[in-house]
């Protein structure tokens, strides 16, 4: 698709900033519920869209009997399949393994090799099946543990801390989204990934702040695609999705009517 997919100046009403400085910190859903089912259909859950490195993803979920749109989910939001990415934290890849702890521990010890997809995703998911087994299958508990570290996740799950259960619903928007939910288009199934538009609108410097913005501007404006990710800066940007010309002009309008204008 030769759609433009440029960042766009953004300016934004009082309003806007109000959303993202009181609003709510996330929805209401509560992601351990939300992957306690998820786990029980997980074998009939199938990606709306075909993703970047797709063999490399079958191969990994085959090998550590992980689910294939739960590896998606994760890439989507560590990384969005960047297999350049690099965290100021020093995680680096598709699946963002930190440099070196992480990585040693699963045996790769050049950070070249983290630049390689298939080795990146067989990596986290080799990690994610691991950490799994520590938290009897527990998916929610297992990503925190991805996000926050093995040793500061109880293994009851009690008092975990704050931003890794925010983590787990972050990758849980993500799953959404990979599976064709509502973020997503809805005759996008079969679609490349790649031929979706995308635009950043804001970057925020704490997550929350990120997820109150685009909560209150979905209720504003129903219809828009919206999403966010995190950055290799720690920062948290924004982004309006978009399949073609005339579905960036309908979003445009949606956001102006929203308050929000688009300068491009």
């Known amino acids: 698709m030769n759609t433009p997919r440029h960042a766009l100046l953004a300016s934004l009403a009082v309003v806007a900033v109000h959303w993202a400085a009181t609003a709510a910190a996330s929805v209401d859903v509560d992601p351990a519920q939300a992957w306690q089912h998820y786990s029980a259909t997980s074998q009939s859950s199938v990606p709306g869209y075909r993703f970047p490195h797709e063999t490399c993803f079958k191969a990994a979920a085959l090998a550590y009997d992980l689910p294939y749109t739960l590896l998606l989910a994760v890439a ?10 690099r965290s100021k934290a020093n995680a680096h890849g598709v699946m963002q393994i930190l440099w070196p702890t992480t990585a040693n521990h699963l045996g790769i010890y050049r950070l070249s090799q983290l630049y390689e997809p298939c080795t990146n995703i067989d990596a ?8 799994l087994e520590r938290f009897s299958g527990n998916i929610h508990l297992a ?13 009851d799950g009690e008092d975990i801390p704050s931003g890794a259960t925010w983590y787990s619903g972050y990758i849980l ?9 509502e973020v997503a288009a809805p005759d996008a199934v079969g679609r490349l990934y790649s031929d979706f538009g995308r635009s950043t609108l804001l970057v925020f410097g704490e997550p929350y702040r990120a997820e109150a913005f685009v909560t209150g501007l979905e209720q504003r404006a129903p219809g828009l695609q919206l999403d966010w990710f995190r950055q290799g800066t720690g920062e948290f940007a924004v982004v309006l999705i978009y399949e073609n010309r005339d579905a960036f002009d309908r979003s445009a309008s949606l956001l102006r009517h929203a308050g929000f204008r688009l300068d491009n």
Do not use: C
Request: no cysteine; proline share 8%.
């Open 76 to 85: 989507r939001g560590e990384s969005d399949f960047d297999p350049m990415a």
């Open 124 to 131: 986290g998911a080799r990690y994610l099946r691991e950490l």
């Open 143 to 155: 990503l925190a543990a991805y996000n926050y570290g093995p040793e500061r996740i109880p293994l």
């Open 173 to 181: 928007r993500h799953l959404n989204y990979v599976i064709g939910g």
